[in-house]
T-cell receptor, first 112, second 113 residues
Framework: DSGVTQTPKHLITATGQRVTLRCSPR?????VYWYQQSLDQGLQFLIQ???????AKGNILERFSAQQFPDLHSELNLSSLELGDSALYFC???????????FGPGTRLTVL | AQSVAQPEDQVNVAEGNPLTVKCTYS??????LFWYVQYPNRGLQFLLK??????LVKGSYGFEAEFNKSQTSFHLKKPSALVSDSALYFC???????????FGSGTKLNVKP
């Protein structure tokens, strides 16, 4: 158990809908990272937050957004969902931006 | 552009034999290099990292990796494979002073009894 929690574990929704994925980092970790893992794209870095502020941005679509709250938990919002958004979404945390990342168990999103 | 390549989709090895999972990288500055392992239906688990110093890095579960700057490689190794090592292995790189991480496509390691 890495200490990073993600909810929900599974999410099934329809195209065009909006969902919110939640991540709680390890105690003391200020950085949160979001990744998308799909069969054809592999593991893609989406975005990083550090202590509430956006630190780095990767291959994140404009339909996706994220934020980190004062208690350091983070949410990833996915809107106008498409079939191709079906994937595993992982959250990871680290003490600071340069350190080892610890991954949560992931949220499996299925868009029908 | 920064990138990571894992040239083998799958590596098969017999239990007790040494294993190597290959990784090459491309960054414009000094790299931070990582290996992670993913078991089915689980998140990624950290194995080891290279930041600076000795080119041979030792990590969890008996794994080690060798940083080779001239070949821009960071191959994962283990002297004696276990069936329980069977999993998906990811190499990752972060460029010094930047916070974006790049992961390889993953290599499936199959260790047969």
């Amino acid at each position: 158990d890495s200490g990073v929690t993600q909810t929900p574990k599974h999410l099934i929704t329809a195209t065009g809908q909006r969902v919110t994925l939640r991540c709680s980092p390890r105690s003391g970790d200020l950085s949160v990272y979001w990744y998308q893992q799909s069969l054809d794209q592999g593991l893609q870095f989406l975005i990083q937050y550090y202590n509430g502020e956006e630190r780095a941005k990767g291959n994140i679509l404009e339909r996706f957004s994220a934020q980190q709250f004062p208690d350091l938990h983070s949410e990833l919002n996915l809107s106008s969902l498409e079939l191709g958004d079906s994937a595993l979404y992982f959250c990871a945390s680290s003490v600071e931006g340069q350190d080892t990342q610890y991954f949560g168990p992931g949220t499996r999103l299925t868009v029908l | 552009a920064q990138s990571v390549a894992q040239p083998e989709d799958q590596v098969n090895v017999a239990e007790g034999n040494p294993l190597t999972v290959k990784c090459t990288y491309s960054v414009s500055g000094n790299p931070y290099l990582f290996w992670y392992v993913q078991y089915p239906n689980r998140g990624l688990q950290f194995l080891l990292k290279y930041i600076t110093g000795d080119n041979l890095v030792k990590g969890s579960y008996g794994f080690e990796a060798e940083f080779n700057k001239s070949q821009t490689s960071f191959h994962l190794k283990k002297p004696s494979a276990l069936v329980s090592d069977s999993a998906l292995y990811f190499c990752a790189v972060r460029e010094y002073n930047f916070n974006k991480f790049y992961f390889g496509s993953g290599t499936k390691l199959n260790v047969k009894p």
